[in-house]
């Protein structure tokens, strides 16, 4: 039972990354031939971004079962601390893709540390309570950002929280302006880079959730006196998948922020955070493959219904509507079993091994 089970989770799997694949080969194609509008090939970084956000989320709301609502927060550390790492970099590491390596390893990690030290306090909460809770430091981290001032000079970085307590020389150089933001970031996102961490992130929550510590958590949503009982730490796995998912964040938030030119607070507030958890809900707790389908179709789906002006939003509420009663809905999952492909396909070889039996037996 166990290695069936393997088997159907690692075809699941591979079909999930092979569909990655096949969506980067085709709109990769599109976009170098000049088939794409430009409108759609902006989309293309944020889209890889809002997926690395519904996975990684994900793994906290569908695999662990806690409603965490600060997950922009985590977005906004990795981020602001990518962006300050490139451009106080951007004179002395001449090459782009190592510096973009390094600013993405460093959004990921103050975001997973940032995971932790949130992480210990919170997580002995749950429910409401721990949604509340992550909202308010989404909120706190969102609002300290908007107010810092970071620049640097020959004698180093200068902090503050007003911008005549930064005082710099002549060769100094502002990189977070308060409520201004940052500016002049260098892109060096693109689409490929996006898929690629995709591909990591979803190589590793997948690993992660076929190991022993993934079905350890998934014992903890499931039952956690019985998980307590049996002598699983709680504590340890709860952190140690919420770090993961602030990691994962933290990537997200680099990805996102160095794609365009000017970073400022708007778009990690709470807002976002909603929107990340729309795409984990309407695409299923705990399918990977669902949120990755949830995010590319509400990523793409305003933009596609900017031309019905005052019932874009109208439309795309009826169209949220309906994605979640087919995700709800007994009778439209029974339909959707009974005519997938691969029910279809199942029935084709079962009807072809029975002939074959049948012609051996005459």
């Known amino acids: 039972m166990k290695s069936l089970l393997q088997k159907k989770s690692t075809r699941n799997n591979l079909i999930t990354y092979g569909a990655v694949i096949v969506f980067y080969a085709v709109f990769q194609t599109l976009a170098t031939t000049g088939s794409l509008k430009s ?8 889209i890889c971004a809002y ?9 906290t709301v569908g695999i662990l079962g806690e409603l965490s609502l600060g997950h922009a927060g985590f977005m906004c550390i990795g981020a602001y601390s990518s962006v300050i790492f490139s451009l106080a970099t951007h004179e002395t590491i001449k090459s782009d893709f190592l510096r973009f390596l390094l600013a993405l ?3 990921g990690v103050c975001a997973a540390i940032f995971g932790i030290i949130i992480g210990v306090p919170i997580l002995r909460l749950s429910g409401d309570y721990l949604a509340i809770v992550t909202l308010a430091f989404g909120e706190i981290i969102k609002n300290i950002c908007n107010v810092l001032y970071i620049g640097y000079d020959s004698n180093g970085f200068q902090v503050g929280i007003k911008d005549s307590s930064v005082q710099l020389a002549e060769d100094g150089k502002m990189i977070l302006k308060g409520a201004m933001g940052a500016s002049d970031i260098p892109k060096d996102s693109t689409f490929t880079i996006g898929i690629i961490l995709v591909l990591i992130t979803l ?26 009982s049996t002598g699983i730490n709680i504590t340890k796995y709860k952190l140690l998948a919420f770090t993961i998912s602030s990691f994962f964040a933290g990537i997200a938030g680099t990805l996102y922020a160095h794609n ?23 695409g299923g707790m705990g399918n990977i493959r669902g949120s990755i389908i949830a995010a590319l179709i509400l990523t793409v789906l305003p933009e ?3 031309g019905f002006s005052e019932y874009r939003m109208l439309i795309y509420s009826v169209v949220l509507i309906a994605m979640m009663i087919y995700n709800s809905s007994p ?7 009974k005519y997938s492909i691969k029910r279809i396909l199942d029935a084709k070889k079962r009807a072809k091994a029975l002939g074959e039996n049948e012609k051996e037996a005459e």
Do not use: C, H, W
């Open 260 to 282: 365009y030119s000017i970073l400022t607070t708007k778009k990690y507030d709470y807002n976002t955070s909603i929107a990340i958890l729309v795409f984990v809900v309407l």
């Open 39 to 46: 409108l759609y090939k902006g989309l293309l970084v944020p």
């Open 304 to 306: 596609i219904l900017r």
């Open 51 to 59: 997926v690395i956000l519904a996975v990684s989320l994900n793994l």
């Open 105 to 107: 390893i460093i959004g």
């Open 203 to 228: 190589f590793v929550v997948f690993n992660f959730v076929d190991s022993r510590a993934g079905r350890a958590v998934m014992s903890i949503r499931d039952n956690r006196i019985a998980a307590q």
């Open 331 to 337: 009778k439209l999952q029974g339909i959707k079993e």
